[in-house]
């Protein structure tokens, strides 16, 4: 009986472990790791993938019946804080409904609040909100201002809900992201502060994957990731990346930390074919002597591979991603909003043929949407109504400080409107900034495009040019340039040069950061002007009359914005892993930085 029992178990399992190499086998894609190494990626791959599916199915019914989602969400909220100094001020425990929510409580900005965070920074507790916050969150300042903002476990939690969404879609759309192929993932861990009272300041923005996938599904070894400085991190990912020509994914928070990435294998290429050779981490390299150790431990000398690396090196950048990685199947990375130039040079030039994924809308606030299509060349996002309770104000109401809002049943496709967010960390009802269109619905919820901030704009006589607008304008002038390709950008509005600006008239002034041309004739700069007029009939209305003045173009060294960016991000206190590029400057210490990069 025992024999016959054993018979009857044995062979399934037998078979199921047979089947269970095979798999594994065919997903490897050749790669040389040790089988252990494999199946814990393949497990944990596997377990991802059931937990996304449950996350999807968890978001699909949420959209299918909105008003008691938002409801509950809203509930939620003001419950946990009726009891706070800020609750019992604003009568949270009258609220019952969205109605008296909307009638009871103001439409807010960051000025409303920032007592109540400086209070609860330096350790006052039940001020705004009832629970310690576990991170202080720095915004990029994109509209002129930069805040401070609380962050709960519930908000993080949001964003790991969301990545398992995503990486549903992902294996939906692209099926040979279920290969067992490293990704280089290019993050790097700044150095955390704390507030006085001990609570952490920094980003807010976790790993795209690592809530699920962990360090083993990453090219980099964990001792990559301990690197505390942007520069030495990305050349660690690279040259881990470089070593493995089975390579699948290139993954980091935003289009432009992929850009700089290639940017700096461009500069930097032949000292990351030496240390493939040689089996070693660059000895100038400034990082600490125990991560060098951890990381030359997982190195040896390849000659081999730096060869085949350094032929295609010498052709050229164009394309370079699919010629090093012939296995890649994916940039999962934000390219929308201010990134989307970017996402452009990374689909034009270095990753020619790799599909990109832009997975998120996400702020300092929070989690505010979700792509489920990322095969689209349109960036759309279902916002998430578990994540926020939402309200729109209508783009043309913009201007007034207390206009009336709509929820998210009341909106109207292809309709331009201000976002309203309530969240899980002390901010109701306030106004972001961010303005968005309805697209479309996905079961009853909102599908948005976002379009842009309401300090983005260019305003010097009334005239309101888009940053959306002045960047297809800037692009459609650049290709009357010939042989141009903008590589990045931003404006000043006269009145921030002060009384470097002279008696002209209010105008704009433009630096450009360009390849192919090594200067502009007057009549070349001129075309931005002409073709802004065209693109915009109240600019043209105003030249015409002489109450604004020629935009005038500046050319800047190489390099040049990402010397910007890192200036930005060390005077504000923010991180360059959350950094979005200011197109519009609005302070004059960085008006300055960039007028000292002017060659042209």
């Not at 009891?83 to 949270?92: A, H, M, P, R, V």
């Not at 350790?123 to 609380?150: D, M």
């Not at 000292?271 to 400034?286: A, C, Y």
Request: hydrophobic share 35%; glycine share 6%.
């Amino acid at each position: 009986m025992l024999f016959i029992a054993a018979f009857i178990f044995g062979v399934p399992t037998v078979w199921l472990l047979v089947l269970l190499c095979c798999d594994i086998c065919n997903r490897s894609k050749g790669q040389t790791r040790s089988f252990f190494s494999l199946l814990s990626h393949y497990l944990i791959h596997r377990t991802a993938s059931l937990q996304s599916g449950l996350q999807r199915q968890g978001l699909e019914q949420s959209t299918k019946n909105i008003l008691q989602v938002q409801q509950s969400t809203l509930q939620h909220r003001i419950r946990r804080n009726r009891n706070t100094e800020y609750g019992k001020l604003y009568q949270f425990s009258k609220i019952t409904d969205r109605e008296t929510f909307r009638n009871l409580h103001p439409l807010t900005r960051y000025d409303h609040y920032e007592e109540y965070i400086e209070r609860t920074s330096k350790g006052e507790e039940n001020v705004l909100i009832s629970e310690r916050p576990c991170i202080l969150s720095r915004t990029s300042g994109t509209s002129g201002s930069y805040a401070t903002l609380l962050n709960t476990k519930e908000t993080m939690n949001d964003f790991h809900q969301a990545f398992g969404v995503v990486f549903h879609s992902m294996l939906d759309v692209y099926p040979r992201t279920r290969n067992l192929q490293w990704t280089a993932a290019f993050y790097y861990s700044p150095d955390w502060t704390k507030s006085e009272s001990g609570i952490p300041i920094g980003s807010n923005l976790p790993s795209l994957m690592t809530s699920m996938l962990k360090l083993t599904m990453y090219s980099t070894p964990a001792a990559g990731f301990e690197i505390a400085t942007e520069p030495e991190a990305l050349y660690v990912h690279l040259l881990f990346a470089l070593k493995d020509r089975t390579l699948g994914m290139l993954e980091a928070h935003f289009a432009s930390t992929v850009y700089h990435s290639f940017a700096l294998l461009q500069n930097k290429w032949e000292q990351l074919i030496e240390d493939i050779r040689l089996g070693q981490v660059n000895p100038k390299l400034k990082i600490t002597g125990d991560v060098r150790l951890k990381l030359e431990a997982r190195l040896k000398p390849d000659p081999q591979r730096a060869s085949e690396l350094a032929a295609e090196f010498e052709i050229g950048f164009r394309g370079i991603a699919r010629r090093v990685w012939p296995h890649l199947n994916l940039v999962l990375s934000v390219d929308s909003g201010s990134h989307e130039l970017y996402g452009s040079h990374l689909k034009c030039f270095y990753c020619q043929g790799v599909p990109i994924y832009s997975p998120v809308y996400a702020a300092t606030e929070g989690l505010i949407g979700v792509n489920l299509w990322p095969g689209k060349e349109k960036r759309h996002y279902l916002l998430c109504p578990h994540s926020m309770f939402f309200e729109f104000i209508p783009v043309d109401l913009c201007s007034e400080e207390q206009p009336q809002t709509l929820f998210l049943d009341e909106v109207k496709e292809n309709e331009l409107y201000e976002l309203v967010i309530t969240n899980a960390s002390g901010l109701y009802r306030y106004r972001m900034g961010d303005i968005i269109k309805i697209v479309g619905f996905h079961n009853q919820c909102p599908v948005i495009e976002f379009k842009y901030r309401l300090g983005q704009l260019l305003n010097v006589r009334g005239e309101k040019i888009l940053e959306e607008t002045f960047y297809q304008t800037l692009l459609r002038t650049v290709s009357l340039w010939p042989g141009a390709v903008l590589l990045d950008y931003c404006c000043v509005e006269s009145g921030l040069l002060g009384s470097f600006c002279g008696s002209s008239d209010p105008h704009y002034e433009v630096f450009v950061e360009i390849k192919g041309v090594r200067n502009l004739s007057e009549d070349q700069r001129y075309k931005l002007d002409q073709c802004l007029q065209e693109d915009s009939e109240l600019y043209q209305s105003f030249r015409r009359k002489g109450s604004i003045g020629p935009v005038r173009v500046h050319i800047v060294a190489p390099g040049s914005f990402k010397e910007l960016m890192d200036f930005i991000t060390a005077n504000v206190g923010t991180s360059c892993s959350q950094f979005n590029m200011h197109r519009i400057l609005r302070k004059k210490e960085f008006l300055n930085f960039i007028q000292r990069k002017v060659i042209s």
